[in-house]
């Protein structure tokens, strides 16, 4: 229970989501005790489990004093960084990472990840892809066997502006489902990333070979990056509901 729990009785669904930030830490702090080392240069990841990780981070720095160079997946990575005093730095310095750690919307069997609810997967694609070692974070809800079986809201695509309508329609042929143009949250119009490009969420119906569907989708004029990430991540810390981390 933390202070602002006392006194205050907690509904079933306040319970679940105060353990799942609680899991979200024990993943976010193990990744980084187990994978950063003096000297690293560390990949930063997007989202809320990645502000654990990063608060660990910045603890071990601290206390270790240890010579830790960082390279942001996103603008809220960035502000994080700067925000704990790290050493912000990017891929025209530091073309090769030791490590990078990102979160997952969900992780399935075989470690094939759905990323970019926040909107943010070719950055983060593009960090992963330079490090060494990606290792993901996560809380037990997002563990499946299949995708799809956790993450409802399809996997995220990101467009050139202009080709949404048509790489929707193509990515419709190809594979059935609906590819849907993210809109912001007050419906005042569409989610723009990081890159200035749009977001489709793509509904898919079945399970499918995702290497196949993730170099396909690549290859329609207009995408700039699937939220697929295929034979990427090397481990997923799971935190669960007991306390203890699973590692996958
Ligand atoms: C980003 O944040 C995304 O690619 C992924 O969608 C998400 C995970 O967020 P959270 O940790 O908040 O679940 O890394």
Avoid at 127 to 137: L, Q, T
Wanted: glycine share 8%; hydrophobic share 40%.
């Amino acid at each position: 229970y933390t202070q602002r729990h006392v006194g205050h009785f907690r509904s079933p669904s306040e319970t679940h989501s105060s353990m799942a930030e609680e899991a979200k830490k024990l993943a976010g702090y193990a990744a980084v005790d187990n994978h950063v080392k003096d000297n690293h240069v560390v990949g930063v990841g997007s989202g809320s489990t990645i502000v654990f990780a990063v608060d660990r981070l910045a603890e071990r720095v601290r206390q270790e004093k240890l010579n830790i160079v960082c390279v942001p997946t996103s603008f809220q990575a960035r502000q994080l960084i700067l925000k704990h005093g790290l050493v912000l730095s990017d891929l025209d310095r530091h073309p090769e990472l030791d490590v990078a750690i990102d979160g997952a919307d969900e992780v399935d069997a075989a470690l094939t990840l759905i990323k970019g609810g926040g909107g943010c997967l070719t950055q983060e694609k593009i960090v992963a892809g330079c490090a060494k070692h990606f290792i993901v974070i996560a809380d037990f809800r997002k563990a499946s066997s299949t995708l799809g079986q956790q993450w409802k809201k399809g996997v995220p695509i990101e467009v050139i502006p202009m080709s949404y309508v048509p790489v929707s329609r193509t990515i419709a042929k190809l594979f059935g489902g609906e590819a849907v143009l993210r809109m912001a949250v007050n419906k005042a119009g569409p989610v723009v990333t990081d890159n200035s490009n749009f977001i489709l969420d793509w509904k898919f119906e079945n399970p499918q070979n995702w290497a196949v569907v993730n170099t396909t989708i690549k290859m329609i004029p207009g995408v700039v990056e699937t939220g697929l990430f295929v034979g990427m991540a090397e481990r997923v810390y799971f935190g669960m509901e007991d306390g203890t981390v699973s590692v996958r």
